[in-house]
């Protein structure tokens, strides 16, 4: 088994406090891309659920032990997905939550992050920030700090997935995994090594938002000043020296794409699938995309992670985006 901070034995615990709603997702294989893809597509589909992401697998995971302990009160920061999750698993089990976003986050998600009954506060700068807002609040107050990624709950319940991927028929060649904070990768990269290790698990990150690709090549935590993507929710530029060290464990490789493949990405989920994604869920169409010879003849899953997606952004992305026809 792999040495990494995951444990496949509490993943499997996992599934038993996740609400059902939030497990054993859609996965299917997608005939209408593969034209214009040149492989076999499967879709793991991770936004069929009330968070429209796959965040609430490790926020239920968090919220039922916070619950158990007789703890009430919560921070995060996030992008938005997370800030959604952690309050809808909160609600249900008599948590405060409170989630710190930047005043930049699409504001779909921070409208849906309040009325799921959250305290939201707003910060200047981006995700990173947040990150700095939210470990201060608690210190100051004392209560618990859920870091997306850091805390093992968010991996080993995106793990999960991981779960209901392995021992599918047909078997697959490769999985794409949306690279951000590293949750969803280390998670899902771990149950893929550990029981069906033939599988390629390669990780996609924007050319806008590197640190975590770049800090896989080199074997070292490698920060950036800025990041440039539409791709929010994989949007940071700190990566965890303890998610790096786990991802080093599991990930085969590392990709970077640029916006217009992402772009596309989406286009093509619209047309051919009828999906509605945020970007971040095109990453793994979209490595297809700019590497198409790679994949080619192969069985290729990608995990549609999230489409909580500003609609007029949404509307001016697509319109933009080239026709793919099959």
């Given at each position: 088994?792999?040495?990494?901070?995951?444990?496949?034995?509490?993943?499997?615990?996992?599934?038993?406090?996740?609400?059902?709603?939030?497990?054993?997702?859609?996965?299917?294989?997608?005939?209408?891309?593969?034209?214009?893809?040149?492989?076999?597509?499967?879709?793991?589909?991770?936004?069929?659920?009330?968070?429209?992401?796959?965040?609430?697998?490790?926020?239920?995971?968090?919220?039922?032990?916070?619950?158990d302990?007789?703890?009430r009160?919560?921070?995060?920061?996030?992008?938005?997905?997370?800030?959604q999750?952690?309050?809808?698993?909160?609600?249900?089990?008599?948590?405060?939550?409170?989630?710190?976003?930047?005043?930049?986050?699409?504001?779909?998600?921070?409208?849906?992050?309040?009325?799921?009954?959250?305290?939201?506060?707003?910060?200047?700068?981006?995700?990173?920030?947040?990150?700095?807002?939210?470990?201060?609040?608690?210190r100051?107050?004392?209560?618990?700090?859920?870091e997306?990624?850091?805390?093992?709950?968010?991996?080993?319940?995106?793990?999960?997935?991981?779960?209901?991927?392995?021992?599918?028929?047909?078997?697959?060649?490769?999985?794409?995994?949306?690279?951000?904070?590293?949750?969803?990768?280390?998670?899902?990269?771990?149950?893929?090594?550990?029981?069906?290790?033939?599988?390629?698990?390669?990780?996609?990150?924007?050319?806008?938002?590197?640190a975590?690709?770049?800090s896989?090549r080199?074997?070292r935590?490698?920060?950036?000043?800025?990041?440039?993507?539409?791709?929010?929710g994989?949007?940071g530029?700190?990566?965890?020296?303890?998610?790096?060290?786990?991802?080093?464990?599991?990930?085969?490789?590392?990709?970077?794409?640029?916006?217009?493949?992402?772009?596309?990405?989406?286009?093509?989920?619209?047309?051919?699938?009828?999906?509605?994604?945020?970007?971040?869920?095109?990453?793994?169409?979209?490595?297809?995309?700019?590497?198409?010879?790679?994949?080619?003849?192969?069985?290729?899953?990608?995990?549609?992670?999230?489409?909580?997606?500003?609609?007029?952004?949404?509307?001016?992305?697509?319109?933009?985006?080239?026709?793919?026809?099959?």
């Amino acid at each position: 088994m792999l040495e990494t901070r995951l444990d496949t034995a509490r993943i499997r615990a996992a599934r038993q406090v996740i609400d059902p709603v939030f497990l054993d997702t859609p996965l299917y294989r997608c005939e209408a891309l593969e034209p214009d893809l040149g492989c076999s597509v499967s879709i793991k589909l991770e936004t069929a659920n009330p968070v429209r992401s796959f965040k609430a697998r490790g926020t239920e995971v968090a919220a039922s032990l916070l619950a158990d302990s007789g703890s009430r009160d919560v921070v995060c920061a996030s992008a938005g997905n997370l800030g959604q999750a952690l309050a809808w698993s909160g609600r249900g089990r008599g948590l405060e939550v409170t989630v710190v976003a930047s005043r930049s986050a699409p504001a779909t998600k921070l409208d849906r992050i309040r009325a799921l009954g959250a305290r939201l506060e707003l910060v200047d700068g981006d995700h990173e920030m947040a990150r700095e807002r939210a470990a201060a609040i608690a210190r100051y107050d004392g209560i618990r700090l859920l870091e997306d990624s850091l805390d093992i709950e968010t991996c080993e319940g995106a793990a999960t997935i991981g779960l209901e991927l392995v021992g599918t028929v047909p078997s697959f060649d490769a999985v794409l995994i949306a690279l951000g904070g590293g949750a969803l990768a280390t998670g899902v990269g771990h149950v893929v090594k550990a029981m069906a290790p033939e599988v390629d698990v390669i990780c996609i990150q924007p050319l806008g938002a590197p640190a975590l690709t770049h800090s896989w090549r080199q074997r070292r935590v490698v920060t950036t000043d800025s990041t440039n993507t539409i791709a929010d929710g994989v949007a940071g530029r700190r990566p965890i020296p303890a998610v790096l060290d786990d991802l080093l464990l599991v990930a085969d490789d590392a990709v970077l794409v640029q916006e217009a493949s992402i772009i596309a990405g989406m286009r093509m989920l619209l047309d051919h699938v009828g999906l509605v994604v945020e970007p971040s869920a095109a990453l793994g169409i979209a490595a297809i995309l700019e590497d198409r010879d790679r994949f080619a003849g192969r069985h290729v899953v990608t995990i549609v992670c999230g489409s909580n997606v500003d609609v007029d952004a949404y509307h001016r992305w697509i319109g933009a985006a080239p026709l793919h026809r099959s």
